[in-house]
């Protein structure tokens, strides 16, 4: 009878809700040449753009093949702009294959310009020695092969790395409550918002969590007498 008579206790659960503060190092001098690597962007957008910095001196180039001696000259006292890309996590593997569109970039350029030069003497020779190789075309040598273009000779690149150590804060709330508040209908959520706080069925707790984070950073600028 007397167990009978009590109450039956409710059943209870524990729920447990962390939040994270995680620490960051943030950049407090941004430059206009900083280029930081987010997997919410594709990487052609971060291609065009370092390009675009790259060549702010375009104009060289356009003086080179036009054979401007004195605007070469004036331009190379012109600093080449030096670009730096930052990535982090997944990130890292997607800067690798940024830059690795930013070299094939440069080497397709420098050998198109290689390979006109090439043709352009080619065909004054032609026209040049028409009248005495008419009779050898026997002993004719193949043309020389276009030289494979070496990217190093015309870009500087560094990469580095580095980890950091970050303190991210975790905040924990542990709530008590009834089994039948966690059903899954209209009811139970109107019943549990009507209850009152009770501090002895929640605590509130803090600690400190340490997280490394590895980053990458590639530097990337033009040499001078170059492109």
Same mark, same amino acid.
């Given at each position: ?35 930081? /690597?987010?997997?919410? &962007?594709?990487? %052609? ?6 390009? &675009? ?39 890292? /593997? ?62 500087? /690149?560094?990469? *580095? ?16 409550? *009834?089994?039948?508040?966690? %059903?899954? *209908? ?42």
């Amino acid at each position: 009878m007397e167990t009978a008579l009590k109450k039956k206790k409710k059943k209870t659960c524990k729920v447990i809700i962390d939040t994270i503060q995680k620490e960051y190092d943030h950049v407090h001098k941004k430059k206009n040449t900083d280029i930081y /690597i987010r997997s919410s &962007k594709p990487i %052609n957008i971060y291609q065009k753009r370092i390009i &675009k910095l790259l060549n702010t001196n375009t104009s060289q180039v356009a003086n080179i093949i036009e054979g401007n001696n004195k605007n070469v000259n004036n331009s190379k006292d012109m600093p080449n702009e030096q670009v730096c890309i930052y990535a982090v996590g997944s990130n890292i /593997i997607r800067s690798s294959y940024l830059l690795q569109d930013i070299v094939n970039y440069y080497c397709k350029f420098l050998t198109s310009i290689s390979a006109t030069k090439q043709s352009t003497n080619t065909n004054k020779t032609n026209n040049t020695n028409i009248s005495a190789t008419s009779n050898k075309n026997a002993n004719t040598k193949a043309p020389a092969k276009i030289k494979h273009t070496d990217y190093s000779a015309h870009l500087d /690149i560094n990469i *580095n790395s580095e980890t950091l150590s970050m303190n991210d804060n975790i905040i924990s709330n542990t709530y008590i409550i *009834n089994d039948i508040f966690l %059903n899954d *209908n209209y009811d139970s959520l109107i019943n549990f918002a009507k209850t009152p706080y009770n501090p002895k069925l929640h605590k509130y707790s803090e600690r400190t969590k340490e997280r490394r984070v590895t980053y990458v950073s590639i530097s990337i600028k033009k040499k001078n007498k170059t492109i």
